[in-house]
């Protein structure tokens, strides 16, 4: 009896053994060792099917707990991260080759205007990482592009829909301006204004759609921007000034939605170091669904330099201005959660709930005497009328291919000899996915 007792104890225990091999080594140094025991007759031959049946089974389980497990690692992560992006080629029409010149020819291009990837990852629910890669310009000399990839945008968003106080860290069109755009080119306001710099914003968003946050960040982004807009004469310069080292510009934001999403208004105050003095700007808008027309959109914006440094050879504040207001028929409109035109995702949801629109645009620039004091010239007005189609959009899965054209007719005031206006057509066809 005692015999028969140690017999069962030894084969418990090469049981726990086997157990124990098979999560340490692999199935066939499993296999030998069981051969091994059975050719010594420590084990018998139906002790060894009843083994090896046994350890057939664990390792199944074992490969299917490992599968379904993994199966559902990788959903969760497919779920938490998305990729988007968009590709677009244009052909630009220009009646005049050069502006300076009223004898100049007209002057076709072919170019790539847009490529851009992103990326948003979610590791929980009230945290958000996104990437936006882009070049632009490519094979347009005018632009003078090239085929370079940058970081257009990389932010990190706290916050949740369900607390009040978000933080956005990182690089992005700052929330100076909407610019919502229905056409082809940009808005001048965007052209002006866009400040697309690393900052770090606090805001606060509660009822009804309002939205307060203040941002800040280094540098001199809008000033810069500015005299890079195309809106007067390159040969008016900045003085030459040491770069700020400290994080000394600041932007005050706000916009609130008080009826039912279809009517938004929206300000902001931005301050700049500068030369000598500070350079401050203000802006203010709307963004309107028409309640006599079904489908129309009308959008303005308005920002005025309040204080500015003296510009190169200059003894005299210029405190320039733009207006742009447009008006868009949409044939299809569906409710979107953004609105604007400076950051990728704002762009893509415009694709995608306004399928098919025309649009006309009316935009100003006052220089504030700026081209008269150095006798050379600056745009005065803009118009512009265009239509986009999406002939491709798939609101499930995110895909959208559009055709657009866009007639756009710029008036400038001249002191010096030069063309008074041009005339220009633009043609872009673009995919997003």
Not at 161 to 187: C, M, S, W
Request: glycine share 8%.
């Amino acid at each position: 009896m005692q015999k028969k007792r140690g017999l069962v104890a030894v084969l418990v225990c090469i049981g726990v053994l086997f157990v124990f091999v098979q999560t340490v080594f692999a199935g066939d140094e499993v296999e030998r060792l069981m051969e091994l025991l059975l050719k010594k007759k420590i084990i018998t031959e139906k002790e060894y099917r009843e083994l090896k049946t046994e350890m057939n089974g664990m390792t199944q389980k074992k490969d299917v707990q490992a599968e379904e497990g993994g199966a559902v690692e990788m959903q969760g992560w497919k779920d938490r991260i998305s990729v988007s992006g968009a590709i677009e080629g244009e052909f630009r029409w220009q009646r005049h080759r050069d502006i300076t010149d009223a004898a100049s020819d007209s002057m076709t291009d072919l170019y790539v205007r847009r490529l851009e990837l992103g990326i948003t990852a979610s590791p929980a629910e009230w945290i958000e990482a996104s990437v936006v890669l882009n070049s632009e310009w490519i094979g347009d000399d005018l632009n003078a592009g090239d085929e370079e990839i940058a970081v257009d945008e990389a932010t990190v968003t706290l916050g949740d829909d369900d607390f009040p106080v978000y933080l956005v860290a990182g690089k992005r069109t700052q929330p100076f301006g909407v610019y919502e755009n229905h056409l082809i080119t940009d808005p001048a306001t965007q052209d002006a204004y866009e400040t697309k710099r690393v900052g770090l914003t606090a805001g606060y968003q509660g009822p009804p759609g309002l939205d307060v946050s203040v941002t800040v960040y280094k540098g001199e982004e809008q000033m810069n921007h500015l005299f890079e807009s195309g809106l007067f004469a390159e040969s008016i310069q900045r003085r030459a000034d040491a770069a700020s080292d400290e994080v000394s510009s600041y932007i005050v934001s706000t916009s609130v939605t008080p009826v039912d999403d279809s009517f938004t208004v929206f300000a902001s105050y931005l301050s700049e170091p500068g030369w000598g003095r500070r350079n401050d700007t203000i802006g203010v808008g709307f963004n309107l669904e028409a309640p006599f027309l079904e489908n129309l959109r009308i959008d303005a914006e308005y920002m005025k330099a309040l204080k500015r440094e003296h510009y190169e050879g200059l003894n005299a504040e210029f405190k320039e201005s733009v207006f742009s207001i447009s008006a868009a028929y949409e044939f299809v409109l569906r409710k979107r959660k953004v609105i604007g035109g400076g950051l990728f995702a704002e762009r893509k949801a415009h694709m995608m709930s306004e399928p098919l629109e025309v649009a006309l645009r009316y935009e100003h620039f006052n220089d504030d005497g700026l081209a008269e004091a150095t006798g050379t010239w600056s745009i005065k007005d803009r118009y512009s009328g265009g239509v986009r189609y999406s002939f491709y959009n798939d609101e499930t899965s995110g895909l959208n291919a559009f055709v657009g054209v866009e007639y756009r007719k710029t008036r400038y005031r001249t002191y010096t000899p030069m063309t008074d206006s041009n005339d220009e057509v633009y043609t872009r066809l673009g995919v997003g996915f």
